[in-house]
């Protein structure tokens, strides 16, 4: 009687288990969804996009060929706001998961084939650092409203 006993409570800790981890599974392959906000130093927007277009771009591009990123958009304001709250380009990029949206060095592998010249690439990227003010992301998700 004991040794069913303890194979009812072996069988019932294996299904939290395995539902514990068939939902921290799930939530690390969830989709997630990042928008990065830049304030750029006035005057250089349009320099700034440009070269995000020339040296970022291709590398999400060819994430999003991949299927590691589902869907990238790009905004910028039509008139501008008040300083405190002012940004001039924002990015959306929805990833296939949390994982390769945090993981920053998942575009490595594409720099050097898409950019050869890594000399000139990382001064274009040093220099469009510098027209930077400010620079955030924030993760988001969809709200239902229903």
Avoid: C
């Amino acid at each position: 009687m004991k040794k069913y006993a303890a194979f009812g409570l072996l069988a019932v800790f294996l299904m939290i288990a395995s539902k514990s981890y068939a939902q921290a599974t799930t939530a690390v392959q969830a989709p997630l969804t990042i928008e990065n906000y830049y304030k750029l130093k006035w005057g250089y927007a349009d320099e700034f996009i440009n070269l995000w277009k020339k040296n970022h771009y291709p590398l999400l591009k060819k994430l999003h060929e991949k299927g590691d990123i589902l869907s990238i958009t790009a905004e910028r304001p039509i008139i501008h706001s008040g300083e405190d709250t002012r940004w001039d380009f924002k990015v959306t990029i929805t990833f296939k998961t949390e994982h390769l949206a945090l993981d920053y060095s998942v575009v490595d592998p594409y720099k050097k084939l898409l950019f050869p010249d890594q000399e000139s690439y990382l001064i274009a990227e040093q220099h469009r650092f510098e027209l930077v003010i400010a620079h955030w992301d924030v993760p988001v998700e969809e709200l239902p409203l229903n």
